[in-house]
């Protein structure tokens, strides 16, 4: 009986020996369950503060791509427009630069033209000059003013005293002229009478104006009849008494002003036809 009793005891020891390691154990591992769990929890905070940085970091993202798309946008279209005006402008700039290059030519054809024919007017000149005696050019001024011979011929050489008829002593100068003029062939001759401010008294000319015309047109004659000149580059004029050089109120003045010029000038032909040619200007 005591044997029983004792065995009875024995298991009841033992069973509350191992009911108190196992409750031991339990307890240990809900202690460490319940730490992993706070840390989980903690954890689970910290994932959710990030998750939620990243969010708002995401709309800034979204918020500035589509900023910066907008600005693309526009750089875009500014860069089509200044690629548009650059093509434009590179269109106009070479217009432009074929327009002055054009009018360039041209000025340069005009001065080249206008270089010959003062060439040629200096040589004609210089010719005549040499042509003529000490005793000739005392009653002959030889000229070039703006690209136009004168030759300016005093009345008292060339025609007899109160008359229009070519004098004696004039033939030989006018021929040294005449020659001059055959010469040089592209050139037109104007002869111009001039006369002082003295009315003229004779009844078969009304006054200065017939009388320069007469004068003029006598010299015209002499070089187309005696010296052969084509009478195609030969223009008579008068001036009358409105074109002085000198005071009419002295001897020595209007004697000056009684004169007959002659003009020679170059055709222009040629400057007529590079005027045809100038380019046009565009607005």
Do not use: H
Not at 205 to 231: C, H
């Amino acid at each position: 009986m005591k044997k029983v009793i004792l065995f009875l005891t024995a298991g009841m020891l033992l069973a509350s020996c191992a009911s108190k390691k196992q409750f031991t154990e339990l307890k240990s591992n809900y202690n460490k369950l319940s730490t992993e769990y706070q840390t989980a929890q903690v954890q689970l905070a910290e994932n959710r503060a990030t998750i939620k940085s990243l969010e708002e970091r995401l709309a800034e993202c979204k918020g500035s791509t589509e900023k910066l798309q907008t600005a693309y946008s526009q750089l875009q279209g500014s860069l089509d427009k200044s690629l548009q005006q650059n093509t434009e402008g590179n269109v106009n700039i070479s217009k432009l630069v074929d327009e002055i290059n054009a009018s360039n030519k041209f000025i340069k054809q005009l001065v080249e033209a206008k270089d010959r024919s003062d060439s040629l007017n200096m040589v004609l000149t210089n010719n005549l000059t040499r042509s003529l005696s000490k005793e000739e050019l005392k009653d002959v001024d030889v000229q070039v003013l703006k690209g136009v011979v004168y030759i300016s011929l005093s009345d008292n050489m060339l025609y007899k005293s109160g008359s229009y008829q070519i004098s004696d002593r004039a033939a030989e100068t006018l021929g040294k002229i005449a020659k001059i003029i055959t010469d040089y062939k592209d050139y037109d001759v104007l002869i111009e009478g001039n006369t002082d401010n003295v009315p003229i008294s004779q009844t078969n000319i009304r006054n200065n104006w017939d009388l320069a015309a007469l004068r003029a047109s006598s010299v015209v004659q002499e070089l187309q009849n005696r010296y052969g000149v084509d009478p195609k580059r030969l223009t008579a004029g008068s001036r009358g008494e409105y074109n002085p050089i000198a005071n009419n109120d002295t001897n020595e003045g209007r004697q000056r002003n009684r004169r007959t010029q002659i003009i020679i000038t170059p055709k222009l032909d040629e400057f007529m036809e590079l005027i045809g040619q100038a380019p046009e200007e565009n607005d």
